[in-house]
């Protein structure tokens, strides 16, 4: 039965995907000066996994760049070289290699051959003072040349019974055992085998790289006495002859075949193994490259007592056959599962509707009787409360934590710093906070405009820093944190603040309209401006204007607020609000007219019915509207969408307070209809962009309400033509 494997080929790309960001995670926090063995291992694990997977999927240029790198890794894991800087830039350089190898199978981009032929390049260089031997085939029992000879005289050898496997899962776990050093593989059965590994590495390890193949459960593992000088020095010389005979395993495994049913295409011939075995290896029990005598003839039915001084301790778990009944239900738990996004976006479209049609029925049911009608009632209250948690938890699919972006930094915060010549030690804090996925994925952007800016505008340089007496190292703080219905995401930095007469000086070059009575907030907010840049050098980094206008713009266009705090000589924090989820917002229902808008609670401050004396005319500049002693423009929303007003009197209406970019204004409505959570409809992919509209809803009656853009309706107010006549 032949199997189509390319059906599985996304879940290689996402797993692949996720094990390279896994490694520069690794890479970035090792210590290069004591490096943990653990961390070293897990380096190390993350590389054979990729390749591993590549080699499955016949994705061979990137198992040929995973070979190089592993086996740099294992070198330097086994403590025969030492971890260098040096090494570590160039892991970093294979990862970005891999990624751009994965990328071009999965979208088709281009791959720089010349870039991964340097890489491998500079790989094997790192590795010239370590001889690059090729392993002979291991015991008469796999043809890799994968790994190299290793002298592993005085390792401990272990017996592994291996359960009912198919054969290139053997040969696959083989080859991974070899690396840790010599493997000699027995058949027991026609589909179970049993492996010698001879190596100087840990239980545990051997363990560990059984679990890629299979569980560890079925095993049995039992530790063999250590071989003597005269059998590894027979076991040296059966390899040298293998060596030289077979040519270190470079011919193809297609000419193995089974001889009288016995090898199964992994093992030599039974005959030519008894044919080139000479009296002396025989006492040896085997050369070392397979099973001694003795297990031989067991796994062949001819029962030998072994003495009991040669056995040792068996690895054994304990309650054995409990621990089988349990381990179908382990098995079949997993703390995941793949789905794909348009169904995830499908079944929040439906939970939606459902939102929609439960309001519906609410307010249909709030014209019975509740005396005759008790019982529909209190199913219509149960079936609300069962909605609006399955809502909630439907919207909680698509959240994500704040990591899968902080995780992208610090690669790039090293680089940078690198690069200025600069010291940075980067912080994180709040990484799982959760943000909808269609947020996280256009926050990137963004925040890597600020990440780069306080590295390049805000850190000091080393010899800087020390003058004012600060440590080299400047600190790079990158948080997340709930706060009601929004998420604050801050970056912050301790470097020497923003200089406020540079940037009143560069405003006014730029024809900007500034006065020295500006508040320290307003000034910084100068720096959002389309063009508007400090630097006096014009660099790759920064310095054409680029990036904070569209920073603000992004994030504005998510439902989001951008706020600055910096203090020279200490430091700026820059900090982003932005709703959790832009499918659904608490809104509250306004009337102007006939028409029923969604302002979203967020920018709402308070409401309140103003006295005559708190509203002026401004000749020729429309009304503004003092309250607690503060003068804001009033907007009448009816002429901002031009229809017709109940009240064009405010003391006869309600005006709203609201707030965004750190202004103030009063909305003049009719009336507060109430106050609701609300699906959000996308407007302009269902009919068209409207200014002063961020998109639509539908309410409990079926009508259809808009929900407001606060932002754009303030910016786009004829009041603040000139903020010059709101100077109290």
Sequence with gaps: MTIDISQFYQVFFDEAEELLAEMERLLLAVNVESPDAEDLNAIFRTAHSV?????????????????????????????????????????????????????????????????????????????????VVALAPVAPAFTSGDTRVVDHSGGRRYRLELPAMQHREVQALGDELGLMGHVAITPLDKDRNAMVVTTHESLDDIVAICSFVLNPDEMKITELPALSDGQAALEKAARDRV????????FDQTDLKPAGGEGYGFFQPLDEIRANASAAAEDAQGYGFFQPVEQIRAAAGIVIET?????????????????????????????????????????????????ITQAMIEQRVDTLD??????????????????????????????????????????????????????????????????????????????????????DHGIEMPEVRRAAGKSDAGRLFLSASHQGG????????????????????????????????????????????????????????????????????NIEAMGGVVDIRSAKGFGTTISISLPLTLAILDGMSIRVGDEIYILPLGFVIESLQPVPEDVKEISGKGRVIKVRGEYLPLVPLYQMFDIAPRFTDPCKGIVIIVETDGRKAGL?????????QVVVKNLESNYRKVAGISGATILGDGGVSLILDVAALIRSSRQLADESIFSS
């Excluded at 940037?503 to 401006?529: C, H, P, R, Y």
Aim: hydrophobic share 40%.
């Design 51 to 131: 390749k591993g997977g590549a080699s499955t999927f016949g994705v061979t240029d990137m198992t040929e760049v995973t070979h190089v790198l592993e086996t740099l890794l294992d070198r330097i894991r086994k403590g025969e070289m030492a971890l260098t800087s040096e090494h570590v830039d160039a892991f970093l350089g294979a990862k970005d290699i891999l990624k751009m190898q994965l990328d071009g199978h999965r979208l088709g981009s281009e791959v720089d051959q010349d870039a991964v032929a340097n890489v491998r390049m500079m790989l094997q260089s790192l590795a010239q003072d370590v001889p």
């Design 370 to 455: 509740p005396m005759v009608h008790q019982r529909l009632l209190n199913s219509v209250s149960q079936l609300t409360r069962n909605t609006r948690d399955l809502q909630e938890a439907v919207m909680s699919i698509r959240m994500m934590p704040m990591d899968f972006v902080f995780s992208r930094f610090p690669r790039m915060v090293r680089d940078l710093a690198h690069k200025l010549g600069k010291k940075v030690d980067f912080i994180t804090n709040g990484a799982a906070t959760e943000l909808d996925k269609g947020l996280i994925e256009r926050i990137v952007d963004p925040l890597t405009h600020l990440v780069r800016n306080s590295i």
């Design 243 to 250: 060596e030289n005979e077979l040519g270190y395993g470079f």
């Design 668 to 676: 003049f409505v009719d009336d507060l209809v109430g106050q609701q």
């Design 486 to 553: 929004n998420i604050i995401i801050e970056v912050s930095d301790d470097g020497g603040g923003l200089n406020r007469e540079k940037i009143l000086a560069k405003a006014q070059q730029n024809g900007l309209a500034v006065s020295d009575t500006m508040s320290d907030a307003e000034v910084w907010q100068l720096i959002f401006a389309p063009g508007f840049s400090t630097a006096d050098v014009v660099t790759d980094v920064s310095g054409r204007g680029v990036g904070m206008d569209v920073v603000k713009r």
């Design 307 to 355: 003495p009991p001084e040669e056995e040792k301790k068996v690895v054994k778990k304990e309650e054995k056959e409990k621990e089988k009944e349990k381990a179908p239900a382990a098995g079949a738990e997993s703390s995941s599962i793949r789905v794909s996004i348009e169904k995830v976006d499908q079944l929040i479209n439906l939970v939606g509707e459902l939102v």
